[in-house]
Nanobody, 120 residues
């Protein structure tokens, strides 16, 4: 079994910064990718950023240049540094981990979400 836990959300003013963390734990053979998704009020869940175990990254156009995803493979942890935050960034942010629990056995696991609110 695998668990994914996010932390770091909160209230921040426009133009401010936050760093989110996500740690995967449990019976993990390897992690091939981790990513951040968000769901804003009244909208569908969308990809924010994604990173592979080799370090290749993808970003949503709306956050490119402001957000940075990174990972520590030894700790099974991924981070999302969010700068120049805007009110439109307000959402519940979810971490996703793509893992193998044994060779060739692939699964994706989701965290419970952490709320980011950008407002005066």
């Amino acid at each position: 079994q695998v668990q994914v836990v996010e932390s770091g959300g909160g209230l921040v003013q426009p133009g401010g910064s936050l760093r989110l963390s996500c740690a995967a734990s449990g019976s993990i053979y390897s992690i091939y990718a981790m990513g951040w998704y968000r769901q804003a009020p009244g909208k569908q869940r969308e990809l924010v950023a994604h990173i592979t175990s080799s370090g290749r990254t993808n970003y949503a156009d709306s956050v490119k240049g402001r957000f940075t995803i990174s990972r520590d493979n030894a700790k099974n942890t991924v981070y999302l540094q969010m700068n120049s935050l805007k009110p439109d960034d307000t959402a519940v942010y979810y971490c996703n981990a793509g893992v193998t629990t044994s060779p060739g056995r692939e699964f994706e696991y989701w965290g419970q979400g952490t709320l980011v609110t950008v407002s005066e």
